[in-house]
């Protein structure tokens, strides 16, 4: 299942990043092959400075080797190895009427001291973090990530909407990150779902993300803005920063486990602001956006006016 799984997000990080340099026509990504003294490696790609994505990277990983004393005490257990692989993608568009995206793909395992897998699981997600609403893109990235889910288990996306919302939170300001998409972990081998079975779902979700995010990009990366809604946009940021940086799970695995800083940090936007006290305008867009975001969304199901 692993050396599966790490080919289809090898093949997936070429599908997503020749179509993004395709949708910049100017900015291309940077390869950055590296290795983990303790273990694996990755393939980090990264964009800056273009057209349409002023920072951005799709990056994939495999790394394996004695699971650090830490990790063993958040997963209760002791003295073993692991094996994990990835693909994690974030994406900064420089118009601040196209949403922040960010995505990953996951599979673990665990093993005994004699090589044998004592536990193994798949995880992963999608979400959008728009600076702007336009309802009817936040009702087009949901309607993608129920239709891949419904493939599968039509109580997969109430589920895992639900969790997403529940876990892109920033509880210290009482807000969501965005508005959403689809957040699973653990998932592992049940009566009614095998690896293979959660494998089939997982790469449905990684195949539709083109579908759910490119279309509202095409839509929105020409549109006018001023000085003042980017810096909107910059502080924004800043709670996307705060997000990844208190809260992440993927975050404090990868500085735990002696992860390459550059890609665990590579999710941070280039210019962000943090301005003492802000409060968006009274009935203004961007106190819109911030209503939107203290309580979860129907969007499959939401009227766009």
Known sequence: ??????????????????????????????????????????????????????????NISAVHGPLPETMQNYFKVSDCDFFACGLSLVLHPKNPMVPTVHANWRYFEMYDKKGNIIDSWFGGGLDL???????????????VCKAACDKHNPEF???????????????????????GGLFFDYCKETESMSMSQWYDFVTEVGNSFLEAYVPIVEKRKDLKYTEAERNWQEIRRGRY?????????GTLF????????????????????????????????????????????????????
Request: with cysteine.
């Open 1 to 58: 299942m692993k050396d599966t799984f790490y080919q289809y997000i090898q093949d997936l990080q070429d599908r997503i990043t020749t179509t993004l340099e395709t949708i910049d026509g100017k900015a291309k990504f940077q390869e950055d092959l590296w290795e983990r003294p303790e273990g694996g490696g990755g393939r980090t790609r990264v964009i800056e400075n273009g057209t349409v994505f002023e920072k951005g990277g799709v």
């Open 129 to 143: 973090t728009p600076y702007y609403l336009f309802e009817e893109d936040a009702k087009h990235f949901h309607k």
């Open 157 to 179: 996306y109430p589920e895992y909407k639900a969790r997403c919302d529940d876990y892109f939170y920033n509880s210290h300001r009482s807000e969501g990150r965005g508005i």
């Open 241 to 249: 920063v705060e997000f990844n940086l208190v809260h992440d799970k």
């Open 254 to 305: 990868g500085l735990k486990t002696n992860g390459r800083i550059e890609s665990i940090l590579m999710s941070l936007p280039p210019k962000v602001q943090w301005v003492y006290d802000h409060h968006a305008e009274h009935g203004s867009r961007e106190a819109k956006l911030v209503a939107v975001l203290k309580n979860p969304v129907d969007w499959v199901n939401k009227e766009i006016k």
